[in-house]
């Protein structure tokens, strides 16, 4: 659209355009510029600065305070010079201004040169957008995935530890402890694929909480150690008498990435030892860093191959991936994970002689004061419990099946709900001392029927709220279920020692160990 108050100027302009191909519109005011542009969606608009009803800067002002015109490219034409009137154009949303009179040269260049960048505009805006749609669809993908995989796991190991308790011969004990390591393994490369993936879509958040340095790097060495005495490897750590044993942070994702380095280590360790070492490299009132290595005995890796250790999907030969197995995403990985807590991963190796994996990390200083980390350490599995009601509010029967054999394991009663609506109302009947809240039911999820608990005891003035814990295999909206009112979360897999750990946690945390 070109506007202008001299009719000769508009014929000129329509003349010139025209003949490149543009369809040209005009105004020859600026209250009928304001009001074709709202009807029309112009990919430019020539202004002229001098108007006599409205100024074009006054006109400019409208068009950019209005979303359905805001985004329209403007030129200003203009007989003045002054640099006050020209920045003033450019402070109001102006992109160029041609100076009066005109050449059909450069009004044709001009003209040519906004239109090629707002089509650039356009494409990278239709390009981000179909990035998002496609970034929300991944993360949609990855989170049903997930579930859809850890649903039936959680039934398989489950019913693995339980058939270990039950009375076995020899050979059966050993079948059933090939199955469990198989199912661990499967559970390891199904982890990695998708936190990878939200690696990838910026999807992994990490907690800062309180926690016990000491125990978490130790349940590490017990988690691996059968694989190092299966192989005849000694494996064991130290951790330096100057690290603090509670540090703030994320267990979690400390424990991944110790768990993937040793057990590579272990894997490329046919004899000697896997050594862990936790070292202090300095502290002050709120932060401290940490160093960690894991040292082997291992083939080593030769330098050509130490450049592809970090890298995704790779392995340092193909031949590695055939013989030890793998993703080749461990160490991708944790290479994102430590640069999270602000460090970096690095290898010391030598082809034949073993290597030494290390990396730094930055923890929060940690408050004296009685914690979490503290409820879930020695002090809690001394307390005896007693036996509770629990509401298991669980869709999948194979997973039901699991729940409340561990449950009634430990002497608890167990009732059960199908979904959401029977959860809601079992909870009203039953009067259960916690529930156990898978997230994703039919009919109605765990989120809502969570909400409605908290509702219902809001209304009735019910100070000690029933604790219910998220029990689910999506793994990251762990912030979202304690925001909606859920008090804990266990993560499908889960394993026996997992649940024994969140039954204390919140009998303690509760009040409802016996006295």
């Not at 693995?160 to 499967?186: A, C, F, M, R, W």
């Not at 909480?209 to 150690?225: A, D, G, M, P, T």
């Not at 360790?269 to 894991?294: A, I, M, P, W």
């Not at 804990?488 to 039954?503: A, G, I």
């Amino acid at each position: 659209m070109a506007v202008d108050d001299v009719q000769l100027n508009l014929d000129l302009m329509k003349e010139i355009l025209s003949g490149a191909g543009y369809q040209i519109a005009t105004a020859i005011n600026g209250k009928s510029a304001i009001a074709k542009a709202k009807a029309n969606k112009f990919d430019l608009i020539l202004l002229d600065l001098v108007m006599p009803d409205i100024d074009g800067f006054e006109v400019c002002s409208v068009l950019k305070s209005n979303p359905l015109t805001h985004d329209v490219p403007v030129i200003f034409l203009t007989a003045t010079k002054e640099n006050d009137n020209i920045t003033k154009g450019f402070n109001l949303g102006a992109v160029d201004y041609i100076p009066k009179p005109f050449s059909k040269e450069e009004l044709l260049a001009r003209v040519n040169l906004h239109l090629t960048l707002r089509k650039f505009q356009q494409d990278l805006i239709r390009s981000k957008e179909q990035a998002e749609a496609i970034a929300q669809a991944k993360a949609m993908f990855l989170a049903n995935v997930s579930h859809e995989i850890r649903t039936p796991m959680n039934g398989i190991i489950g019913m693995i530890d339980i058939l270990k308790n039950t009375p076995l011969t020899p050979e059966q004990h050993e079948y059933v402890d090939i199955i469990g390591i198989s199912g661990e393994n499967l559970l390891m490369i199904i982890n990695d694929v998708l936190d990878f993936s939200k690696i990838e879509a910026g999807q992994i958040t990490f907690e800062y909480i309180q926690f016990n340095l000491v125990e978490e790097v130790n349940e590490v060495i017990k988690i691996l150690k059968y694989k190092a005495v299966q192989k005849n490897i000694d494996f064991s750590c130290t951790i330096s008498s100057d690290v603090p044993q509670f540090v703030i942070g994320d267990p979690l994702r400390l424990k991944q990435v110790l768990i993937n380095l040793c057990t590579n280590a272990i894997k490329f360790t046919s004899k000697g030892y896997v050594h862990v070492f936790v070292k202090l490299v300095n502290q002050d009132e709120e932060h401290l860093r940490l160093h960690f290595e894991v040292q082997d005995t291992g083939i080593g890796i030769s330098a050509e191959n130490q450049a592809k250790l970090f890298k995704s999907f790779s392995q340092a030969e193909v031949s590695t991936s055939r013989k030890f197995g793998g993703t080749g995403l461990g160490l991708a990985i944790s290479k994102n994970l430590v640069e999270m807590m602000g460090g970096e991963i690095e290898i010391i190796s030598e082809e034949g002689n073993g290597s030494v994996f290390y990396f730094d990390g930055e923890f929060g200083v940690a408050i004296p004061d009685l914690t979490e980390a503290d409820l879930t350490g020695r002090d809690v599995q001394k307390k005896s419990s007693r036996k509770l009601k629990i509401l298991l509010a669980e869709d999948n029967v194979i997973n039901q099946k699991v729940a409340i054999l561990n449950l009634q394991k430990f002497g608890h009663q167990v009732v059960v709900a199908n979904d959401g609506f029977q959860a809601f109302d079992m909870y009203l009947k039953e009067s259960p001392d916690i529930i156990f809240m898978d997230v994703k039911m039919p009919n109605m999820d765990g989120l809502e029927a969570t909400q409605r608990i908290r509702e219902y005891e809001k209304a009735h003035s019910i100070i000690n709220a029933i604790p219910i814990v998220a029990m689910t295999a999506n793994t990251h909206d762990k912030d979202q279920y304690l925001e909606l009112g859920m008090n804990d979360y266990l993560s499908k897999p889960f394993s026996n020692s997992d649940l024994e750990k969140l039954l204390k946690r919140i009998e303690v945390l509760n009040g409802l160990e016996q006295n």
